[in-house]
T-cell receptor, first 115, second 116 residues
Framework: SQQGEEDPQALSIQEGENATMNCSYK?????LQWYRQNSGRGLVHLIL?????REKHSGRLRVTLDTSKKSSSLLITASRAADTASYFC???????????????FGKGTHLIIQP | DGGITQSPKYLFRKEGQNVTLSCEQN?????MYWYRQDPGQGLRLIYY???????QKGDIAEGYSVSREKKESFPLTVTSAQKNPTAFYLC???????????????FGAGSRLTVL
């Protein structure tokens, strides 16, 4: 079952503008992660935010997490043409006894940066 | 360089044939995963393995089989029982699991299977 859902499905902006993508999820989580996928390639991990964190930065990326609303946002500042890709949020929910069955991914936001 | 290698990158298969996708990692990761991605869709978990000689079904295991005889290798066989096998297949691995901590996955470049 898909846990995270990204919004919007597609986003097209001009180079230099900021891009914001949102992710909503359904159940409690341990952490939430954002991944990037270039067309026809594998996913690359961008950033992880734990359930007890509200905001995290990494370079031009800023992630927020609101556990009361079960939502997260990814902000890419000063976008570049090379940021064109699909962006996925992924969640891991609480699981007793350790172990994990991997991450559950949303359908992604396809971001197009126009030069 | 450490990473995950998937092969082949592109594969064409006739209906009724089984095909095996290779996934090899040199990251010394314990857990490995297979995901399927359809156009415009997210990733769906097929199978995963947390240790050698053990694996578990994911959300869409029907028509697929796996083995985990070596830590480095987790091949996926798409059998003729899989009714709609044309898709992009992604293999991933994860290092030691820290309770409440990071389940960050490292992905291969993917294998695109087309059934003719």
């Amino acid at each position: 079952s898909q846990q995270g859902e990204e919004d919007p499905q597609a986003l097209s902006i001009q180079e230099g503008e900021n891009a914001t993508m949102n992710c909503s999820y359904k159940t409690s989580i341990n952490n939430l992660q954002w991944y990037r996928q270039n067309s026809g390639r594998g996913l690359v991990h961008l950033i992880l935010i734990r359930s007890n964190e509200r905001e995290k930065h990494s370079g031009r990326l800023r992630v927020t997490l609101d556990t009361s609303k079960k939502s997260s946002s990814l902000l890419i500042t000063a976008s570049r043409a090379a940021d064109t890709a699909s962006y996925f949020c992924a969640t891991v929910w609480g699981r007793s006894g350790g172990g994990a069955d991997g991450l559950t991914f949303g359908k992604g936001t396809h971001l197009i940066i126009q030069p | 360089d450490g990473g995950i290698t998937q092969s082949p990158k592109y594969l064409f298969r006739k209906e009724g044939q089984n095909v095996t996708l290779s996934c090899e990692q040199n990251l010394n990761h314990d857990a490995m995963y297979w995901y399927r991605q359809d156009p415009g869709q997210g990733l769906r978990l097929i199978y995963y393995s947390q240790i050698v000689n053990d694996f578990q079904k994911g959300d869409i295991a029907e028509g697929y089989s796996v083995s985990r005889e070596k830590k480095e290798s987790f091949p996926l066989t798409v059998t003729s029982a899989q009714k709609n096998p044309t898709a992009f297949y992604l293999c991933a691995s994860r290092g030691a699991f820290a309770p409440g901590g990071a389940n960050v996955l490292t992905f291969g470049a993917g294998s695109r299977l087309t059934v003719l």
